[in-house]
């Protein structure tokens, strides 16, 4: 825990020197694309903290002068399954992006959606020396927080305080200078599979890049996807992306919950490919130019043409009718939402007022979604768009690039966690003095 | 298990080569999706993760088929003409990458643009000099070229011409210029020359410059005698208004035509005396010459040995109110040795010896005097 609250220290440093130098590199590790956005931090607001997301939604700090996507190889349920592959792609994304924008980028950025991410939700309670909240009561009430089992083999992705209550007022944003006796506070922990991120990071460690920050995609697409007041009031966020459908629910501009279903667009390209005895590329052509959710009259009469190149005169002039194409679509499609609707009850999203739910992602862009959504997850659904980015292309503007963009939102203005706050000096192992002598001798 | 694609796409007419071929026959049947196998498709580059999810009963997975043996392939396998599959991007090499990145770098960029070129040339040029003996050949080649221009009848100057000079001054400053020609007018130091002629005492004034058609003209003002001086040594120089020498004389009647001063400092008042020369008016025709008294004032002296004596201020007035004096009263006229105006308020005569005894008779004064 320790190892890591200094590595995430480590990588918010260089988030700071990546703003002081102007640029960073925002990389969106997905299963069936990599996209790369190159932001250029300007303006006045660049180096001074602002109160709130400042003007134009916190878009008046930064631009995206070089974007880039490219066909990801070697991924799997958002990991990596073949680091050579994904780190010629993630070389390829960032060569794209950074000839583009004519600037050498040294830090990224990265999210990704795999690793079994699991949400817990902390509370840490402590009484105050001074009856004054300082920074330093606010990192000994977030140091307080009991860690719970995460199981071996985890790392903590996300460690964010969502609420923080002064003896009997609770729901303040921030307690610093307030008064009181007891400060408590709940923490949203996320955890996911510590060998995803390592490899993550040395994935990103040979293309010569420091990382300067890991996210959850779900997380950020939900930041990029909800509006602002469905974050205020709650909502949930469903990244359906192409190997994974990520979950995460808001409340108060906190996530709150986040999960992942391991099953998304890839899957019903496959089902498509083994249903209709085509290869991948092709199902995928199919899937995205007549796909569907509901099957019409019409449809039957619809007859598309699957084709091939196997020589095999009948063969290559095969054809499906579109209500055909939909049967199998359908079930994986009714699967993904059942499921998404499994993680909901486990999280009790029933309990929760608001009950927006926003699709996103790259896979929700399928015809008829929202209907069978609807009828799946509860009636208050609604497909959502990311929010525009400054200098972003217009092509690269859709649901698929919802986790990118949130990515960039997130670069910006990140959330607190854990690890911005210094740990109290209590908390420092007593053989502090031995650690600095050996860090001395390392280094020199 | 992963097939290379074929190569070659197989004629439509002939018996299919390619090794899927033999169990294709049992697949062709109406496809049936959810009971399809995962054929073992040869095109797809990439088969997607089977689902591990039986749709139906009967779903297996086929082992991979028996292989008959391939007969050889044609020698000069054609590409084929399209391929339907998305084509994969192309990335980049770790080297290229890292160059790309390295290209990127602001500082290297610059290192690459400006230093590396400078470095290679200057690197060069140092080898290439290193050697005393191409250095040497170097300069030779460079000092040659360098007359050869030098030497174009372009830039020669052939003649000598000097303007606003009489025979005399001509002929000096020809010696003085001291310029063999032809010669390039680029060896030729025009300032040298100019400073050279100047010091001549007859030039006020003089240019130099090289004129078209090789011509070395020097320009020269004279100066324009005014006044002869007569030393104490007994040397006599024609100066001009400023008191600048212009020229010795032997005689005084060689240039009986200009006025005369004498004494030490005469030529540092030579204004002065031109002023009062000029203000003598009815006396010039008396006027011998001026005389400068302890390089301080004036002495005018007149035929008959009179000498008027003026003020170190403002003589030309005090000339006036004398010649004022004489015209009312014919003053010069009488035997008077000398006019003293040195007081302006009591001008004072000194009489000739005789003229003196005689006013005393007049007067009934008895003084006892020498013949002397």
Redesign the interface.
């Known amino acids: 825990m320790t190892d890591l609250y200094h590595t995430q220290r480590a990588m918010r440093n260089m988030r700071r020197a990546a703003m002081q130098r102007g640029v960073v590199a925002i990389l969106d590790i997905g299963t069936s694309k990599i996209a790369c956005f190159i932001l250029r931090f300007e303006g006045a607001e660049r180096l001074r903290e602002v109160d709130g997301v400042g003007s134009m939604a916190g878009q008046s700090q930064f631009r995206v002068i070089g974007a880039k996507i490219?066909?990801a190889?070697g991924m799997?349920y958002g990991e990596i399954s073949r680091m050579a592959e994904v780190e010629?792609?993630v070389?390829?994304a960032?060569?794209g992006a950074?000839?583009m924008a004519?600037?050498?980028v040294d830090h990224a950025i990265v999210c990704f959606s795999g690793g079994n991410p699991r949400s817990y939700g902390l509370a840490g309670e402590v009484e105050l020396m001074d009856s004054v909240v300082t920074e330093g009561d606010v990192g000994r009430v977030l140091a307080a927080c009991e860690m719970p089992d995460i199981g071996t083999g985890r790392e903590v992705l996300h460690a964010q305080p969502v609420n923080f209550a002064l003896d009997h007022r609770t729901g303040l944003g921030d307690p610093r200078g307030q008064i009181g006796n007891r400060l408590s506070c709940d923490m949203h922990l996320l955890s996911v599979d510590a060998v995803v991120v390592q490899n993550i990071l040395h994935c990103i460690k040979r293309?010569?890049l420091e990382l300067a920050g890991v996210a959850s995609s779900a997380y950020v697409s939900g930041l990029s996807s909800l509006v602002e007041d469905e974050q205020e009031l709650g909502a949930a966020c469903v990244d359906m992306g192409a190997g994974t459908t990520g979950i995460s629910i808001f409340i108060k501009k906190h996530m709150i919950y986040s999960d992942c279903v391991r099953m998304g667009g890839?899957?019903v390209?496959?089902?498509i490919?083994?249903?209709?005895?085509?290869?991948?590329?092709?199902a995928e052509e199919i899937k995205a130019k007549h796909g569907g959710v509901v099957a019409t009259g019409m449809d039957d009469r619809d007859m598309i043409e699957i084709?091939g190149?196997?020589?095999?005169?009948?063969?290559d002039r095969?054809q499906?009718s579109r209500a055909?194409l939909i049967?199998?679509i359908r079930p994986r499609v009714e699967e993904i939402l059942e499921e998404v609707r499994a993680r909901f009850d486990a999280a009790g999203f029933d309990y929760l007022r608001s009950q927006q739910i926003v699709l996103t992602g790259g896979a929700s862009q399928i015809i008829g979604l929202d209907g069978l959504a609807a009828r799946i997850l509860g009636q208050r659904v609604r497909l959502g768009r990311p929010m525009r980015i400054r200098g972003v292309p217009a092509d690269r503007t859709g649901p698929s690039f919802a986790a990118t963009s949130g990515l960039c939102l997130f670069a910006t203005h990140p959330q607190d966690e854990w690890w911005d706050f210094d740990v109290p000096a209590e908390r420092y192992p007593a053989r502090s003095l031995r650690r600095a002598m050996r860090w001395f001798r390392d280094n020199w | 298990m992963r097939e290379p694609p074929p190569l070659t796409a197989p004629p439509l007419h002939a018996p299919p080569r390619h090794a899927g071929a033999a169990v294709r026959p049992a697949l062709s049947e109406p496809v049936q999706p959810s009971l399809a196998a995962p054929a073992p498709d040869l095109r797809a580059q990439r088969v997607a993760p089977s689902v591990q999810k039986p749709v139906a009963a009967g779903w297996t997975r086929h082992a991979a088929p028996e292989r008959p043996p391939e007969p050889q392939p044609e020698p000069a396998p054609k590409p084929r003409q399209s391929r339907p599959a998305r084509r994969r991007e192309v990335a980049p090499s770790r080297l290229a990458y890292r160059m790309e990145r390295l290209w990127l770098t602001p500082m290297f960029r610059v290192a690459m643009r400006y230093g590396m070129p400078v470095l290679l040339v200057a690197l060069v040029l140092a080898v290439w000099l290193g050697n005393d003996a191409r250095r040497a050949a170097m300069a030779n080649q460079i000092a040659e070229w360098r007359l050869a221009i030098e030497t174009r009848p372009e830039f020669m100057v052939s003649m000598l011409a000097v303007e606003g000079a009489d025979p005399a001054l001509d002929a000096a400053v020809r010696q003085v210029v001291g310029i063999e020609l032809p010669q390039s007018s680029f060896h030729i130091d025009l300032d040298a020359t100019r400073a050279r002629v100047a010091t001549l005492d007859a030039v006020k004034d003089v240019q130099v410059a090289v004129r078209s058609g090789g011509v070395l003209a020097v320009t020269i003002t004279e100066r324009e005698p005014a006044l002869i001086w007569r030393q104490d040594s007994g040397t006599m120089a024609l100066i001009d208004g400023d008191g600048k020498r212009v020229a010795l004389i032997l005689e005084r009647a060689d240039r009986a035509d200009l006025p005369l001063v004498a004494g030490d400092g005469a030529n540092r008042a030579a204004a002065e005396a031109l002023a009062l020369v000029k203000a003598s008016g009815p006396l010039q025709k008396r006027l011998r010459g001026l005389v400068r008294i302890g390089e301080r004032r004036w002495d005018m002296v007149l035929d008959r040995d009179q000498r008027i004596q003026l003020p170190q201020d403002n003589p030309v007035s005090a000339l006036g109110r004398l010649i004022a004096l004489d015209q009312a009263e014919d003053l010069l006229a009488r035997d008077v040795k000398t006019v003293d105006l040195r007081l302006k308020t009591r001008p004072t005569l000194r009489l000739a010896p005789q003229a003196l005894a005689q006013m005393r008779r007049a007067q009934g004064l008895e003084t006892a005097e020498s013949d002397l």
């Open positions: 490219t066909q190889h799997r010629s792609a070389r390829t960032v060569q950074q000839k004519n600037v050498r293309c010569d890839d899957h390209t496959s089902d490919a083994m249903g209709l005895q085509i290869s991948t590329a092709k084709g190149d196997s020589g095999d005169w009948e063969k095969r499906v055909d049967a199998i």
